[in-house]
């Protein structure tokens, strides 16, 4: 067996691929063992996954959403108050109220008994999305890579015909290397409040809309990689630095969502102002995706 990134054998390779992230709360979605050989593992977990996950951009909103990294801990929020930066500790309680816990606290000297009541007026903090480029983008590479390889576990052969599938060599260079292109550009925008409940596949319980990711096809055969966190949508195209296809997709389907209308989901807003919530009706389910792309003649 070889590695899809290296393309050395992986026969005794221990480890075990997270598509995304254990650190942004993905249990389920690994790859069986080789098809990412422990070497590319390392490598992608200390040079790719762990500069973007470090961010303090992205510590906020792993603190915000209370998601705990594989070791169980979660992120300080990082903020200022009164011109002074403060790392806050806090616990959501059942009720979804803050629970500071001041014990915890960088600069702890500005963190005062009543802080335990919850976050102070004056405390500013930035909860918003905004990794560093060049890093985001190999990030999302070696996930597109991975969701693809996920998709031909499926077939006899499985993975091994990607590793020499000169399709892939661009990208594939690019995540593991990253000597080929200064950056692979990629779309970012907004498409729900990082509020916005679904019911969860198996509770059924409502609860935050936290990540997800699949691919999808365009009139020009191209496939394209999508990941949502909180909200925030973020596309790319496998096959080349360019995301012409995808400008393309959004205008020719009114804006909608290759990670929500696509798989047959739709956003509903119930009530006014700060009762207002948020909810995604739908289940998410990547086979309505496919049937779209069938559907529109994007499959050769
Ligand atoms: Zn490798």
């Known amino acids: 067996m070889r590695c899809i990134f290296c393309k050395q ?8 691929e997270h598509i995304m ?6 249990k389920r979605r690994v790859l069986p ?3 990412v050989c422990d070497k590319c593992n390392n490598y992608f977990a200390r040079e790719i996954e762990g500069p973007v ?18 070791r169980g801990k979660i992120p300080a929020l990082q903020g200022n108050i009164g011109g002074t930066d403060i790392a806050v500790g806090f616990r959501r309680g059942r009720d979804g109220k803050l629970e500071i816990e001041p014990e915890k606290q960088r600069n702890q000297e500005h963190v005062t008994a009543e802080w335990k009541a919850g976050l102070p007026n004056g405390f500013i903090f930035i909860v918003d999305m905004a990794p560093p480029k060049r890093e985001m983008s190999r990030f999302l590479c070696k996930m597109a890579m991975e969701t693809v390889a996920e ?12 590793v020499d599938e000169s399709y892939f060599d661009n990208i594939r260079t690019y ?14 925008r907004r498409i729900y409040p990082d509020t916005t409940l ?6 059924k319980k409502w609860v935050p809309v936290g990540f997800g990711c699949t691919v999808f096809s365009t009139k020009r055969f191209e496939t394209l990689f999508v990941f949502c966190l909180y909200g925030i949508e973020f596309v790319l195209n496998v096959g080349g630095p360019s995301i012409r296809g995808y400008e ?4 020719d389907h009114g804006y909608i969502s290759p990670m929500v209308e696509r798989l047959g989901c739709r956003l509903v807003t119930e009530g006014e102002g700060k009762s207002q919530r948020h909810y995604l009706h739908g289940d998410f389910n990547l086979q309505n995706g496919f049937a779209f792309d069938e559907r529109h003649g994007y499959r050769p």
């Open 9 to 16: 054998d992986s026969s005794s390779s221990r480890s075990v």
């Open 21 to 26: 992230p254990e650190s942004i709360g993905s």
């Open 33 to 35: 063992r080789g098809v």
């Open 53 to 70: 996950l470090s961010h303090p951009s992205m510590r906020n909103i792993r603190a915000w959403h209370q998601v705990p990294n594989k």
């Open 151 to 162: 998709l031909l576990t499926h077939n006899e052969g499985g993975t091994e015909a990607m």
């Open 175 to 188: 995540v593991r290397y990253g000597n080929n292109l200064t950056e692979w550009p990629y779309s970012q």
């Open 198 to 203: 679904m019911r969860h596949p198996d509770t």
């Open 248 to 251: 393309e997709w959004l205008e």
